[in-house]
Protein backbone atom coordinates (compact mmCIF):
# COMPACT_ATOMS: atom_id res chain seq x y z
CA UNK A 1 0.00 0.00 0.00
CA UNK A 2 2.79 2.33 -0.36
CA UNK A 3 1.86 5.46 -1.43
CA UNK A 4 -1.63 5.39 -0.62
CA UNK A 5 -3.10 7.69 2.57
CA UNK A 6 -3.48 5.55 5.81
CA UNK A 7 -7.04 5.89 7.01
CA UNK A 8 -8.52 5.07 10.03
CA UNK A 9 -12.29 5.30 10.99
CA UNK A 10 -14.33 4.51 13.83
CA UNK A 11 -18.14 4.49 13.88
CA UNK A 12 -18.43 3.21 10.45
CA UNK A 13 -21.81 1.06 12.05
CA UNK A 14 -23.22 4.04 13.21
CA UNK A 15 -25.43 6.61 11.39
CA UNK A 16 -22.46 9.39 10.40
CA UNK A 17 -19.59 7.63 10.40
CA UNK A 18 -21.58 4.80 8.17
CA UNK A 19 -22.95 7.73 5.69
CA UNK A 20 -19.41 8.90 5.80
CA UNK A 21 -17.81 5.70 4.99
CA UNK A 22 -19.99 5.11 1.64
CA UNK A 23 -18.57 8.91 1.16
CA UNK A 24 -15.00 7.99 1.20
CA UNK A 25 -15.91 4.41 -0.43
CA UNK A 26 -16.91 6.81 -3.52
CA UNK A 27 -14.82 9.71 -3.12
CA UNK A 28 -12.86 10.54 -6.49
CA UNK A 29 -9.52 10.00 -5.18
CA UNK A 30 -10.80 6.93 -3.45
CA UNK A 31 -8.32 4.96 -5.36
CA UNK A 32 -5.65 6.54 -2.81
CA UNK A 33 -7.32 6.06 0.17
CA UNK A 34 -6.11 2.94 2.07
CA UNK A 35 -8.87 2.66 4.99
CA UNK A 36 -9.15 0.87 7.92
CA UNK A 37 -12.50 0.41 9.91
CA UNK A 38 -12.91 -0.12 13.64
CA UNK A 39 -15.69 -2.56 14.03
CA UNK A 40 -16.75 -4.46 17.14
CA UNK A 41 -19.28 -6.61 15.45
CA UNK A 42 -16.83 -9.77 13.34
CA UNK A 43 -20.11 -10.40 11.15
CA UNK A 44 -20.30 -6.65 10.37
CA UNK A 45 -16.50 -6.61 9.56
CA UNK A 46 -16.31 -10.17 7.53
CA UNK A 47 -18.88 -8.05 4.94
CA UNK A 48 -17.14 -4.86 5.26
CA UNK A 49 -14.36 -6.61 4.25
CA UNK A 50 -15.74 -9.01 1.32
CA UNK A 51 -18.18 -6.59 0.35
CA UNK A 52 -17.10 -3.11 0.94
CA UNK A 53 -13.27 -3.54 0.12
CA UNK A 54 -12.53 -2.02 3.94
CA UNK A 55 -10.06 -3.62 5.85
CA UNK A 56 -11.01 -3.58 9.40
CA UNK A 57 -9.93 -4.08 12.74
CA UNK A 58 -12.45 -5.86 15.48
CA UNK A 59 -11.82 -4.50 18.32
CA UNK A 60 -14.30 -2.00 21.05
CA UNK A 61 -13.07 1.18 22.40
CA UNK A 62 -12.12 -0.17 25.91
CA UNK A 63 -8.65 -1.89 23.73
CA UNK A 64 -6.79 0.62 24.00
CA UNK A 65 -3.56 -0.41 23.26
CA UNK A 66 -4.78 -1.95 19.94
CA UNK A 67 -6.59 1.27 19.31
CA UNK A 68 -3.18 3.04 19.92
CA UNK A 69 -0.95 0.77 17.59
CA UNK A 70 -4.01 1.25 14.77
CA UNK A 71 -3.67 4.87 14.99
CA UNK A 72 0.28 4.79 14.87
CA UNK A 73 -0.15 2.70 11.72
CA UNK A 74 -2.31 5.41 9.95
CA UNK A 75 -1.65 8.97 8.77
CA UNK A 76 -5.32 9.85 9.14
CA UNK A 77 -7.44 9.13 11.91
CA UNK A 78 -11.87 10.16 11.34
CA UNK A 79 -12.88 9.77 15.11
CA UNK A 80 -16.41 9.27 14.57
CA UNK A 81 -17.87 7.07 17.41
CA UNK A 82 -18.49 8.85 20.61
CA UNK A 83 -17.38 12.46 21.73
CA UNK A 84 -16.92 11.58 25.40
CA UNK A 85 -15.00 8.93 25.54
CA UNK A 86 -12.04 9.93 27.49
CA UNK A 87 -9.83 6.79 27.90
CA UNK A 88 -10.36 6.07 23.97
CA UNK A 89 -9.35 9.62 23.55
CA UNK A 90 -6.16 9.60 24.64
CA UNK A 91 -5.62 6.14 23.40
CA UNK A 92 -5.64 7.88 20.05
CA UNK A 93 -3.60 10.90 21.48
CA UNK A 94 -1.02 8.45 22.63
CA UNK A 95 -1.00 6.78 19.03
CA UNK A 96 -0.43 10.28 17.09
CA UNK A 97 2.12 10.85 19.43
CA UNK A 98 3.75 7.61 19.06
CA UNK A 99 3.41 8.30 15.36
CA UNK A 100 5.20 11.71 15.07
CA UNK A 101 7.81 10.35 17.69
CA UNK A 102 9.01 7.10 15.57
CA UNK A 103 8.49 8.58 11.47
CA UNK A 104 8.38 12.52 11.94
CA UNK A 105 4.99 12.51 10.71
CA UNK A 106 2.52 14.95 11.66
CA UNK A 107 -0.69 12.84 11.55
CA UNK A 108 -4.28 14.32 11.23
CA UNK A 109 -6.75 13.71 13.50
CA UNK A 110 -10.72 14.51 12.42
CA UNK A 111 -12.68 14.34 16.24
CA UNK A 112 -16.25 14.44 16.64
CA UNK A 113 -18.29 16.53 19.23
CA UNK A 114 -21.45 18.05 18.88
CA UNK A 115 -23.22 21.41 19.73
CA UNK A 116 -24.18 20.29 23.20
CA UNK A 117 -20.85 22.17 24.27
CA UNK A 118 -22.91 25.24 24.10
CA UNK A 119 -26.38 24.42 25.72
CA UNK A 120 -27.93 26.38 28.65
CA UNK A 121 -30.33 25.25 31.34
CA UNK A 122 -33.57 26.92 29.49
CA UNK A 123 -35.95 23.95 30.13
CA UNK A 124 -37.70 24.89 26.57
CA UNK A 125 -39.19 28.07 28.72
CA UNK A 126 -36.90 30.68 26.51
CA UNK A 127 -35.11 31.18 23.46
CA UNK A 128 -31.34 32.49 23.58
CA UNK A 129 -29.39 35.13 22.38
CA UNK A 130 -26.58 34.19 22.50
CA UNK A 131 -25.21 32.50 18.95
CA UNK A 132 -21.38 31.05 18.85
CA UNK A 133 -19.66 31.54 15.45
CA UNK A 134 -16.68 28.82 14.74
CA UNK A 135 -14.56 31.68 13.34
CA UNK A 136 -14.78 33.08 16.97
CA UNK A 137 -11.91 31.58 18.59
CA UNK A 138 -11.93 33.99 22.17
CA UNK A 139 -15.54 32.83 22.18
CA UNK A 140 -14.82 29.08 21.82
CA UNK A 141 -12.13 29.63 24.48
CA UNK A 142 -14.31 31.14 26.69
CA UNK A 143 -16.47 27.81 27.05
CA UNK A 144 -16.35 26.36 30.57
CA UNK A 145 -14.84 22.61 31.01
CA UNK A 146 -17.56 21.66 32.82
CA UNK A 147 -19.65 22.19 28.84
CA UNK A 148 -20.63 18.75 27.59
CA UNK A 149 -17.95 17.26 25.23
CA UNK A 150 -15.63 19.62 26.65
CA UNK A 151 -13.25 17.06 28.70
CA UNK A 152 -12.19 15.52 25.55
CA UNK A 153 -12.49 18.37 22.98
CA UNK A 154 -10.00 20.07 25.30
CA UNK A 155 -7.40 16.85 25.05
CA UNK A 156 -8.16 17.04 21.33
CA UNK A 157 -7.01 20.73 20.99
CA UNK A 158 -4.17 20.17 23.55
CA UNK A 159 -2.47 17.65 21.27
CA UNK A 160 -2.02 19.90 18.37
CA UNK A 161 -1.26 22.65 21.05
CA UNK A 162 1.47 20.17 21.85
CA UNK A 163 2.53 19.85 18.29
CA UNK A 164 2.53 16.57 17.78
CA UNK A 165 -0.62 16.26 15.84
CA UNK A 166 -2.62 18.44 13.54
CA UNK A 167 -6.62 17.95 15.09
CA UNK A 168 -9.83 19.11 13.70
CA UNK A 169 -13.22 18.93 15.65
CA UNK A 170 -16.36 18.62 13.83
CA UNK A 171 -19.17 19.53 15.68
CA UNK A 172 -22.67 18.34 14.46
CA UNK A 173 -25.48 19.60 16.00
CA UNK A 174 -29.27 17.80 14.98
CA UNK A 175 -27.88 15.70 12.47
CA UNK A 176 -31.63 14.34 10.76
CA UNK A 177 -33.03 12.33 7.88
CA UNK A 178 -33.03 8.32 7.60
CA UNK A 179 -29.66 7.15 5.97
CA UNK A 180 -30.38 5.06 2.73
CA UNK A 181 -26.90 4.42 1.96
CA UNK A 182 -25.57 0.82 0.73
CA UNK A 183 -24.18 0.29 4.26
CA UNK A 184 -27.45 0.52 5.41
CA UNK A 185 -29.27 -1.84 2.76
CA UNK A 186 -26.43 -4.20 4.09
CA UNK A 187 -27.38 -4.22 7.52
CA UNK A 188 -23.99 -2.72 8.41
CA UNK A 189 -24.70 0.55 9.49
CA UNK A 190 -27.32 2.70 11.83
CA UNK A 191 -30.10 4.58 9.69
CA UNK A 192 -31.31 6.93 12.65
CA UNK A 193 -29.94 9.84 14.30
CA UNK A 194 -30.51 10.32 17.78
CA UNK A 195 -32.75 13.25 18.85
CA UNK A 196 -35.75 13.60 16.72
CA UNK A 197 -36.00 9.73 16.64
CA UNK A 198 -35.54 9.81 20.80
CA UNK A 199 -38.70 12.21 20.62
CA UNK A 200 -40.47 10.61 18.23
CA UNK A 201 -39.93 6.97 20.31
CA UNK A 202 -41.20 8.76 23.15
CA UNK A 203 -44.18 10.40 21.73
CA UNK A 204 -45.56 7.28 20.67
CA UNK A 205 -45.36 5.41 23.65
CA UNK A 206 -47.51 8.24 25.35
CA UNK A 207 -49.44 8.58 22.42
CA UNK A 208 -49.03 12.40 22.30
CA UNK A 209 -46.61 14.12 21.03
CA UNK A 210 -44.31 15.17 23.93
CA UNK A 211 -42.07 18.81 24.40
CA UNK A 212 -39.86 20.20 27.27
CA UNK A 213 -41.49 22.84 29.29
CA UNK A 214 -42.55 25.18 26.46
CA UNK A 215 -40.46 24.06 23.50
CA UNK A 216 -39.67 27.77 23.15
CA UNK A 217 -35.29 27.15 23.51
CA UNK A 218 -33.16 27.15 19.81
CA UNK A 219 -31.49 24.54 18.79
CA UNK A 220 -29.19 24.21 14.53
CA UNK A 221 -29.88 21.10 12.39
CA UNK A 222 -27.92 19.63 10.06
CA UNK A 223 -28.81 16.69 7.48
CA UNK A 224 -27.49 13.91 7.18
CA UNK A 225 -25.75 14.46 4.02
CA UNK A 226 -24.88 17.98 4.50
CA UNK A 227 -22.71 16.57 7.45
CA UNK A 228 -21.24 13.97 5.60
CA UNK A 229 -20.15 16.27 3.42
CA UNK A 230 -18.30 18.48 6.31
CA UNK A 231 -15.85 15.73 6.48
CA UNK A 232 -14.75 15.34 3.02
CA UNK A 233 -14.66 18.91 2.88
CA UNK A 234 -12.77 19.55 5.22
CA UNK A 235 -10.79 16.35 4.56
CA UNK A 236 -10.00 17.37 0.85
CA UNK A 237 -9.10 20.68 2.02
CA UNK A 238 -6.63 19.26 4.43
CA UNK A 239 -4.96 17.00 1.87
CA UNK A 240 -4.75 19.80 -0.67
CA UNK A 241 -3.96 22.78 0.83
CA UNK A 242 -2.52 21.39 4.35
CA UNK A 243 -1.02 24.88 5.23
CA UNK A 244 -4.54 27.02 5.09
CA UNK A 245 -6.43 24.65 6.67
CA UNK A 246 -7.96 25.62 10.50
CA UNK A 247 -7.13 23.51 13.20
CA UNK A 248 -6.13 22.97 16.45
CA UNK A 249 -8.27 26.81 18.16
CA UNK A 250 -8.85 27.37 14.47
CA UNK A 251 -9.62 24.23 13.57
CA UNK A 252 -13.41 23.37 15.21
CA UNK A 253 -15.90 23.22 12.47
CA UNK A 254 -20.18 23.42 13.28
CA UNK A 255 -22.64 21.56 11.61
CA UNK A 256 -25.00 23.66 11.09
CA UNK A 257 -27.86 24.82 7.91
CA UNK A 258 -30.73 26.38 9.57
CA UNK A 259 -32.34 26.47 13.24
CA UNK A 260 -35.62 25.33 14.89
CA UNK A 261 -37.44 25.60 17.84
CA UNK A 262 -37.98 22.44 20.37
CA UNK A 263 -41.51 23.09 19.63
CA UNK A 264 -41.65 22.93 16.26
CA UNK A 265 -40.39 19.52 16.25
CA UNK A 266 -42.71 18.23 18.79
CA UNK A 267 -46.08 20.20 16.59
CA UNK A 268 -44.43 18.01 13.38
CA UNK A 269 -44.20 14.83 15.35
CA UNK A 270 -47.88 15.03 16.72
CA UNK A 271 -49.22 16.54 13.51
CA UNK A 272 -47.90 13.38 11.84
CA UNK A 273 -49.39 11.06 14.82
CA UNK A 274 -52.87 12.35 14.51
CA UNK A 275 -52.71 11.92 10.67
CA UNK A 276 -51.52 8.49 10.88
CA UNK A 277 -54.38 7.83 13.77
CA UNK A 278 -51.49 7.55 16.55
CA UNK A 279 -52.93 10.41 18.76
CA UNK A 280 -56.39 11.62 19.92
CA UNK A 281 -54.69 15.51 19.07
CA UNK A 282 -52.18 16.70 17.21
CA UNK A 283 -51.12 19.45 20.03
CA UNK A 284 -47.98 18.25 22.03
CA UNK A 285 -48.17 18.19 25.76
CA UNK A 286 -45.44 19.01 28.13
CA UNK A 287 -43.09 15.63 29.26
CA UNK A 288 -44.40 15.69 33.34
CA UNK A 289 -41.21 15.18 35.60
CA UNK A 290 -42.49 11.89 35.80
CA UNK A 291 -42.28 10.99 32.23
CA UNK A 292 -39.26 12.74 31.62
CA UNK A 293 -37.41 10.31 34.46
CA UNK A 294 -39.33 7.08 32.80
CA UNK A 295 -38.71 7.94 28.73
CA UNK A 296 -35.17 9.96 29.07
CA UNK A 297 -34.17 8.14 32.09
CA UNK A 298 -32.87 11.49 33.89
CA UNK A 299 -33.45 15.11 34.63
CA UNK A 300 -30.42 16.22 32.54
CA UNK A 301 -31.20 14.00 29.85
CA UNK A 302 -34.62 15.22 30.02
CA UNK A 303 -33.46 19.02 29.73
CA UNK A 304 -31.09 18.41 27.69
CA UNK A 305 -33.98 18.71 24.63
CA UNK A 306 -35.39 21.67 25.97
CA UNK A 307 -31.70 23.95 26.01
CA UNK A 308 -30.38 26.18 23.85
CA UNK A 309 -27.73 25.75 21.07
CA UNK A 310 -26.99 28.28 18.59
CA UNK A 311 -24.08 27.74 16.17
CA UNK A 312 -22.68 29.18 13.09
CA UNK A 313 -21.40 26.94 10.81
CA UNK A 314 -19.38 30.05 9.21
CA UNK A 315 -15.40 28.24 9.35
CA UNK A 316 -17.18 25.59 7.99
CA UNK A 317 -18.94 27.71 4.91
CA UNK A 318 -15.47 29.28 4.17
CA UNK A 319 -13.91 25.53 3.54
CA UNK A 320 -16.20 25.53 0.89
CA UNK A 321 -19.12 23.65 2.35
CA UNK A 322 -22.09 24.31 1.37
CA UNK A 323 -25.42 22.81 3.35
CA UNK A 324 -27.82 21.54 0.41
CA UNK A 325 -30.61 21.48 3.13
CA UNK A 326 -32.60 23.35 5.91
CA UNK A 327 -35.11 23.77 8.25
CA UNK A 328 -37.94 23.10 6.04
CA UNK A 329 -36.60 19.72 5.10
CA UNK A 330 -35.61 19.01 9.26
CA UNK A 331 -39.63 19.73 9.30
CA UNK A 332 -40.15 16.95 6.42
CA UNK A 333 -38.20 14.31 7.83
CA UNK A 334 -40.61 13.85 10.50
CA UNK A 335 -43.49 12.16 9.17
CA UNK A 336 -41.75 9.49 7.85
CA UNK A 337 -39.43 8.75 10.80
CA UNK A 338 -42.62 8.69 12.74
CA UNK A 339 -44.08 5.74 9.98
CA UNK A 340 -40.69 4.06 10.52
CA UNK A 341 -40.86 3.91 14.38
CA UNK A 342 -44.43 3.65 14.54
CA UNK A 343 -44.26 0.24 12.74
CA UNK A 344 -41.18 -0.94 15.15
CA UNK A 345 -43.82 -0.44 18.38
N1 LIG B 1 -26.51 11.97 15.48
C1 LIG B 1 -26.42 13.22 15.90
O1 LIG B 1 -27.38 14.02 15.78
C2 LIG B 1 -25.15 13.72 16.50
C3 LIG B 1 -24.98 15.10 16.64
C4 LIG B 1 -23.81 15.57 17.25
C5 LIG B 1 -22.86 14.69 17.70
N2 LIG B 1 -23.07 13.34 17.55
C6 LIG B 1 -22.06 12.44 18.08
O2 LIG B 1 -21.42 11.76 17.02
C7 LIG B 1 -21.05 10.44 17.43
C8 LIG B 1 -21.65 9.44 16.45
O3 LIG B 1 -23.04 9.65 16.38
P1 LIG B 1 -24.01 8.70 15.58
O4 LIG B 1 -25.34 9.38 15.51
O5 LIG B 1 -23.36 8.23 14.33
O6 LIG B 1 -24.14 7.48 16.62
P2 LIG B 1 -24.47 5.93 16.37
O7 LIG B 1 -25.29 5.73 15.17
O8 LIG B 1 -24.98 5.44 17.67
O9 LIG B 1 -23.03 5.28 16.10
C9 LIG B 1 -22.10 5.05 17.12
C10 LIG B 1 -20.94 4.26 16.54
O10 LIG B 1 -19.95 4.09 17.55
C11 LIG B 1 -19.69 2.69 17.72
N3 LIG B 1 -19.38 2.40 19.11
C12 LIG B 1 -20.03 2.86 20.20
N4 LIG B 1 -19.47 2.37 21.32
C13 LIG B 1 -18.46 1.55 20.90
C14 LIG B 1 -17.52 0.76 21.58
N5 LIG B 1 -17.50 0.69 22.91
N6 LIG B 1 -16.61 0.07 20.85
C15 LIG B 1 -16.62 0.13 19.50
N7 LIG B 1 -17.50 0.89 18.79
C16 LIG B 1 -18.41 1.58 19.49
C17 LIG B 1 -20.98 2.02 17.32
O11 LIG B 1 -20.72 0.65 17.05
P3 LIG B 1 -21.86 -0.48 17.19
O12 LIG B 1 -22.65 -0.44 15.91
O13 LIG B 1 -21.10 -1.71 17.38
O14 LIG B 1 -22.73 -0.09 18.37
C18 LIG B 1 -21.33 2.85 16.08
O15 LIG B 1 -20.54 2.48 15.00
C19 LIG B 1 -21.60 10.26 18.87
O16 LIG B 1 -20.60 10.53 19.79
C20 LIG B 1 -22.66 11.35 18.96
O17 LIG B 1 -22.83 11.81 20.28
C21 LIG B 1 -24.18 12.85 16.95
Given at each position: MAGKISIFVTGVTGYIGGTLLVRLLNHPDAGTFDITALVRNSEKAQI?????????????????????????????????????????TKAILRGLKRRHDKIGDLPILIHT???????????????????????????????????????????????????????????????Y????????????????????????????????????????????????????DIYIVLLDSILHHPDTTGHGWEGLYFGESGEHRWLDISLAIGRAMYELGLADSPEPTP?????????????????????????????????????????????ASIKPEVEVYAKKQ
Open positions: LESKFGVKTLIASHAEHDRIEEAVAANHIILQISDSDDEPLSGTGLLIDDARGEYPTETIYSDLNVEQLKSIPPTAYHRNVDLLVVGADEEGYARTHIVIPSTVGIATHPLVKAGISNPHSIQIPSLIRFSLARKRAGVIGKGLSLWPNVHIDDTAFSHDEILKYFGSEWRGYLFGTNSRARADRTRALGWKPKHSTEDLL
